[in-house]
């Protein structure tokens, strides 16, 4: 059966430290991988998708930035985080269909 | 792109009340889906539904594609129905969320 995770859980960060949030998929090959953001109380809202390795489409400009070095495996990256990327961050993969969240990851920066 | 408008945005039940919320959406989509987010920020999957009526247990939804619009029909409410309810559709391989429905449901 197909399962995604996500890593790691829940972390803090300083204003201007570095970021990177994995999440893989295993059980199916050739997914649509997505990167959501969830700030407190509000709705999710797209950042990247990506269709193959590669593949890199963004939804929102910000200092986030997304890869997908193999075909199961999506990272999302900040080189300088900021107050407002605060959020919960939730991976999500489909292969056309139905869409599979992760556990996702809970962002604070201070 | 898509706008996706859920009502109502909260709503309190007692326990044992039937409850209808609905999604509105403003383009043909390939498809919709209704998520439940529990306290831990979990998205569980409710239903996988462009058209038609499904129902699983308690909980049923309709989506009428042609007139946009989808109906999620929670029966019989318990208190861990309590989170909330995010319709999502699909255009072009990306899913788009509305705002969603906070329901707490009371012992």
């Known amino acids: 059966s197909q399962t995604i995770h996500q890593w790691p859980a829940t972390l803090v960060q300083p204003v201007g430290s570095p970021l990177s949030l994995e999440c893989t998929v295993e059980?199916?090959?050739?997914?649509?991988l997505y990167w959501y953001r969830q700030a407190a109380g509000r709705g999710l809202q797209l950042l990247f998708y990506?269709?193959?390795?590669?593949?890199i489409s963004s939804e929102v400009p910000q200092n986030l930035s997304a890869s997908r070095p193999q075909d199961r495996q999506f990272i999302l990256s900040s080189k300088k985080l900021l107050l407002s990327d605060s959020g919960f961050y939730l991976c999500?993969?489909?292969?056309?269909?139905?869409?599979?969240f992760g556990e996702g990851s809970r962002l604070t920066v201070l | 792109g898509i706008q996706v408008e859920q009502s109502p945005p909260d709503l309190i039940l007692q326990e044992g009340a039937n409850s209808t919320l609905r999604c509105n959406f403003s383009?043909?989509?390939?498809?919709l889906q209704w998520f439940h987010q529990n306290p831990w920020g979990q998205l569980i999957n409710l239903f996988y539904?462009?058209?038609g009526t499904k129902q699983n247990g308690r909980l049923s939804a309709t989506t009428v594609a042609t007139e946009r619009y989808s109906l999620l029909y929670i029966s019989s409410s318990q208190t861990t129905d309590s989170g909330v309810y995010f319709c999502?559709?699909?255009?072009?391989?990306?899913?788009?969320f509305g705002a969603g429905t906070t329901v707490t449901v009371r012992a």
């Open positions: 383009d043909s989509v390939n498809n």
């Open positions: 999502a559709v699909e255009n072009d391989y990306k899913l788009s």
């Open positions: 539904i462009p058209s």
């Open positions: 990506s269709v193959g390795i590669g593949q």
């Open positions: 999500a993969w489909n292969t056309g269909g139905e869409l599979f």
């Open positions: 059980g199916t090959s050739n997914p649509n």
